[in-house]
């Protein structure tokens, strides 16, 4: 069974360009979670969904970000118009049910110039 | 207030020796409690998890949890060089079941 697949692995992006990360969690699993680390820094929440709902966006800025979990196909993070302290280590997460045991990805590393 | 803190380290051992982590959180109405590690340039993976008060031990690992003090730690016995990574403490929140992780603290064991 494949675990939690993310990509790209590394991505730059040069100011005021879109980053679009994609993500597909473990097969059965319909609980899809976004989080952002930076360096020497824990784990922020991002955003939480289900299978076509947004659950709850309430850790992902208001401007230039938004995600979805369409029906079919992976989990898509996009950031528009990217700035520097976008920069960061992007996890995606999945599970089966919502009690805290998570399986993450190996990670997207959003590098903007 | 941060929802749930970790002394960040690092914190060096020798092997062999016991690795202690402590961890505090402050929503008293959490129920559920983890341990994650996670190895430099990778992703978190669950080491631990803990619902009652009290020990639980898994392997080489103890969980400890301890309600009325908001208290949560994680001891690892006959530390080895591969236990050196940075262990994340998580909180699955009461009203939205929002899992929150501390910082991490990042743990180095000395051969």
């Known amino acids: 069974n494949a675990g939690v697949m993310q990509n790209p692995r590394h991505l730059v992006r040069r100011r005021g360009q879109e980053a679009r990360l994609r993500c597909s969690p473990v097969k059965g699993h319909s609980h899809v979670y976004w989080y952002r680390q930076l360096p020497e820094e824990g784990l922020k929440f991002m955003v939480y969904l289900q299978k076509e709902n947004i659950i709850d966006e309430s850790g992902m800025p208001k401007e230039r970000f938004s995600a979805e979990f369409p029906k079919e196909g992976p989990s898509i993070l996009r950031i528009q118009q990217v700035v520097r302290g976008d920069s960061a280590a992007y996890f995606c997460?999945?599970?089966?049910?919502?009690?805290?045991?998570?399986?993450f990805g190996e990670g997207s590393r959003l590098t903007v110039l | 207030q941060k929802e749930v803190e970790q002394n960040s380290g690092p914190l060096s051992v020798p092997e062999g020796a016991i690795a202690s982590l402590n961890c505090t959180y402050s929503d008293r109405g959490s129920q559920s409690f983890f341990w994650y590690r996670q190895y430099s340039g990778k992703s978190p993976e669950l080491i631990m998890f803990i619902y009652s008060n009290g020990d639980k031990e898994d392997g080489r690992f103890t969980a400890q949890l301890n309600k009325a003090s908001q208290y949560v730690s994680l001891l690892i016995r006959d530390s080895q060089p591969s236990d050196s990574a940075t262990y994340l403490c998580a909180v699955l929140r009461s009203n939205d079941y929002k899992l929150s992780f501390g910082a991490g603290t990042t743990v180095t064991v000395r051969a």
């Open positions: 997460a999945s599970s089966q049910t919502n009690t805290g045991e998570l399986f």
